[in-house]
């Protein structure tokens, strides 16, 4: 939870891919402070194959386009929303480029759908879609997070990382 899924009809470099990770992830985790390992970002090439047969306005399309299925009831405006479509549109352009139609981003759609969520073990809080809540789940579950980190996963590794240097936030 969250997940961000990219369908490209275009061919991404592993650099770009990684490029736009980082972004929405860093972005994600800042904006909304919460853990990095609840953001799942995926690539599906749709250039061709099954998942190319896309139509749009009744016409075939080869287009670039990201889903986002976020928390739903969190309370997010309509301005709020439309932001964060324009921020994630921003990463886009920055990494990968605009100036063509077959590079554009030609739709963000974002989806409040989650409501619910297990990661890594963990029942993730009711509220995370809120502000605050989510520093409150991490403190409470310190101790687990420590001693899975201890036995080597890397999640939990990464959580007991973040609250060890807080600036990365």
């Known amino acids: ?6 369908e490209h009809a275009i061919s991404l470099s592993q650099a770009q891919k990684l490029a ?11 904006t909304f402070r919460a853990p990095r390992f609840i953001v799942n970002v995926r690539f599906v090439n749709v250039s061709s194959g099954l998942l190319s047969d896309t139509y749009v306005g009744g016409a075939p399309r080869q287009i670039n386009r990201l889903f986002v299925a976020l928390r739903s009831g969190a309370g997010r405006t309509p301005a709020q929303l439309e932001g964060i479509a324009d921020k994630l549109e921003g990463f886009w352009n920055d990494t990968v480029g605009s100036g063509t139609i077959e590079k554009k981003l030609r739709g963000v759609f974002i989806q409040g759908t989650i409501d619910s969520a297990k990661e890594a073990g963990f029942h993730l809080p009711l509220a995370f879609g809120q502000p605050g809540h989510f520093e409150q ?7 687990k997070f420590q001693e899975l980190a201890d036995g080597g996963d890397p999640d939990a590794a990464q959580v007991i990382g973040e609250i060890q240097t807080p600036e990365q936030r």
């Open 1 to 6: 939870m969250p997940i961000y899924h990219f």
């Open 20 to 30: 736009l990770v980082k972004a929405i992830t860093d972005w994600h985790a800042t």
């Open 137 to 143: 789940w991490v403190k409470d579950n310190r101790g």
